[in-house]
């Protein structure tokens, strides 16, 4: 069974510019979460999808960040315009719902990581 | 609110040394505690997780920890550092009924020869 993936795996842009990160979620997990690392520091909840709809987006730094989970599949991670602040590992992570079988665990991803320059 | 304290942000230990590495956590609520594991290039790893039942959870890889209410404290122990054991782990709290994570910023563990 394929694990969460995303994509790039690292991506180096100038300020001001444009990135869209990518994660595919394990087959048939409704759940998806995005989540920052800023080097050095703890990694930060930035957003919780259920299926297509957006649960929870407190952790969400600014309006430069937009989520999307079109279909309630993949999701796309976009910051525009990039500011030097946002450089940092995201990782995304996907669970299944809660219920029978639940676990609390989340199955994370490799992460992307972004350097803005 | 929640928090989760990791002293410590690097370690080294020799091979075959007791392996401990300290989380502390604050919460209101009855909590689910986890720690991951991140090998270089690769993605967190679940080693093991406290929700409830039995306060010594064992993990993958010889990796156990103790729950102990009394002293919010959930460490990470094995007894035998192996070189393959070097990586960033991570201790991680949440509550039932959230998948939401609070993190502790990270302790890198070092084995040394």
């Known amino acids: 069974e394929a694990g969460v993936t995303q994509f790039p795996s690292h991506s180096v842009i100038e300020k001001g510019q444009t990135v869209t990160l990518r994660c595919d979620p394990i087959?048939?997990?409704?759940?998806l979460y995005w989540y920052r690392r800023v080097m050095g520091k703890e990694i930060k909840f930035l957003l919780h999808?259920?299926?297509?709809?957006?649960?929870?987006e407190s952790g969400m730094p600014n309006n430069r960040f937009l989520a999307e989970r079109t279909g309630g599949t993949y999701s796309t991670l976009k910051v525009q315009p990039a500011e030097l602040e946002d450089s940092g590992v995201y990782f995304c992570?996907?669970?299944?719902?809660?219920?029978?079988?639940?676990?609390?665990?989340?199955?994370f991803g490799e992460g992307s990581r972004l350097t803005v320059l | 609110a929640q928090s989760v304290t990791q002293l410590g942000s690097h370690v080294s230990v020799s091979e075959g040394a007791l392996v401990l590495l300290r989380c502390n956590y604050s919460?209101?609520?009855?909590?689910?505690l986890f720690w991951y594991v991140q090998y270089p290039n690769q993605g967190l790893q679940l080693l093991l997780k406290?929700?409830?039942?039995?306060?010594l959870v064992k993990g993958i890889n010889g990796f156990e920890a103790e729950f102990k209410k009394s002293e919010t404290s959930f460490h990470l122990t094995k007894p035998s550092a192996h070189m393959s054991d070097a990586a960033e782990y991570f201790c991680?709290?949440?509550?039932?009924?959230?998948?939401?994570?609070?993190f502790g910023t990270g302790t890198r563990l070092k084995v040394l020869a």
């Open positions: 999808f259920v299926k297509e709809s957006k649960q929870d």
């Open positions: 087959s048939g997990h409704d759940n």
């Open positions: 992570a996907s669970s299944q719902v809660q219920g029978q079988g639940y676990t609390g665990e989340l199955f």
């Open positions: 991680a709290v949440t509550t039932s009924g959230t998948y939401k994570y609070i």
């Open positions: 919460s209101s609520v009855p909590p689910y």
């Open positions: 406290y929700t409830t039942g039995a306060t």
